[in-house]
């Protein structure tokens, strides 16, 4: 299987401050990869980094090959969810179309070929019904599927998703992780989602990266989400508890 992400030791400092010291992952083509960790642990600030809006000051970062870049159409990124307003005129194909102007189809990519990319994708994710419905009428969940549609329509290598399960119920949250399990599996697209919580991911996800305290752990969860990596990660006593299929960890944030 190809690595679509290779991190080797970066460092990355902000505003004086070292916000990851020392972490080294992979991600391989078509793998589905969990990025838990406490606020401020350095998450989104990785993202960033994979997306070429920063540069670690130390260390060696491949993407699909390449340095980072910034604008790469190889990437599909979806920022962290915000509601959008009620009376937004914008219909939902608008929003996905988007996702093709500035890359490398550009404005001209337009008409009835461009209809059909966006019919294409809004059916792939389960909301082509929904194409000229008004964005902010939308449930959480079918804003969720619709912001997915607008990554995936430039045919990524590799998705990103920084939180998209935030605000939705624990069933809307598994199936828009099985939505993306089955994007990755068909597709053979690499996906990155931060979380806080592992559980919706919990049966899905081949590894899990966990930052914490400057540093990363990864692997299989049932790897890396135990006490004893969890209080290495905290340097101090964190207890996983699991119960009835689910996982609590006690003393942490996750």
């Keep these: 299987m190809q690595t679509a992400i290779s991190a080797e030791n970066i460092v990355v400092e902000l505003g004086g401050r070292t916000i990851l010291d020392d972490v080294s992952f992979d991600v391989k083509q078509g793998e589905f990869v969990a990025v838990l960790g406490p606020n401020g642990a350095g998450k989104t600030t990785l993202f960033k980094v994979l997306l070429g809006l920063i540069a670690p000051v130390r260390g060696k970062i491949s993407v699909l090959g390449k340095p ?27 929003v996905v179309g988007f996702g093709l102007d500035g890359n490398k ?24 019904h929904l194409a000229d419905a008004p964005v902010g009428r939308l449930s959480g969940g079918e804003q969720q599927q619709m912001f997915i549609a607008q990554a995936l ?8 998703l920084d939180e998209p399960l935030s605000n939705l119920d624990i069933s809307r949250a598994r199936e828009i992780v099985a939505l993306l399990a089955g994007i990755s599996r ?15 991911l919990l049966h899905s996800v081949d590894r899990v990266l966990y930052l914490a305290g400057g540093h990363g752990v990864m692997g299989a969860p049932q790897e890396v989400i135990t006490s004893e990596t969890l209080s290495m990660l905290y340097s101090s ?4 508890i699991r119960s009835d299929g689910r996982i609590f960890v006690a003393g942490a944030e996750i």
């Excluded at 989602?193 to 559980?199: P, R």
Aim: hydrophobic letters at 40%; glycine letters at 12%; aromatic letters at 4%.
């Design 237 to 240: 006593k964190v207890d996983v």
């Design 186 to 200: 068909n597709r053979g697209v690499s996906v990155m989602l931060i979380s806080h919580d592992i559980n919706p």
């Design 68 to 94: 980072p870049r910034r604008g790469a159409g190889e990437i599909g990124y979806t920022p962290q969810h915000r509601v959008l307003e009620t009376d937004l005129a914008l219909r939902a194909r608008d």
């Design 105 to 128: 189809w550009g404005i001209g990519f337009g008409g009835r070929k461009r209809n059909a990319a966006i019919d294409k994708v809004l059916d792939e994710v389960g909301v082509c």
């Design 153 to 160: 329509i430039s045919n990524p290598g590799i998705l990103m």
